[in-house]
Nanobody
């Protein structure tokens, strides 16, 4: 069984940057891709970004493309989300996801 451990959230001024990290532990041999979703208060969960760990194929949601960068480390089964030029509408709980496993979520607040 895979567990996902997220870190790096917090509060930042608009225009600032944050970096989220997610580490997968447990039965990680089955992991092919890792990514991020987010959910703002009163809204549905939204796709943010995803990367495959072997070939580094990346996908981004329309609302973050050009501002966020996802990267993965296959050797450590980790994924990172560099978030630049943050906007108040980026405020949400960010969830790491790998295959069908979700992390507990980490809060990002942009003021």
């Amino acid at each position: 069984q895979v567990q996902l451990i997220e870190s790096g959230g917090g509060s930042v001024q608009a225009g600032g940057s944050l970096r989220l990290s997610c580490l997968a532990t447990g039965s990680t041999d089955s992991i092919r891709s890792m990514g991020w979703f987010r959910q703002a208060p009163g809204k549905e969960r939204e796709f943010v970004a995803r990367t495959t760990l072997l070939f580094g194929i990346k996908e981004y949601g329309d609302s973050v493309r050009g501002r966020f960068t996802i990267s993965g480390d296959r050797t450590s089964n980790s994924v990172f989300l560099q978030m630049n030029d943050l906007k108040p509408e980026d405020t949400a709980v960010y969830y790491c996801k790998s295959e069908d496993v979700w992390g507990q979520g980490i809060k990002v607040t942009v003021f």
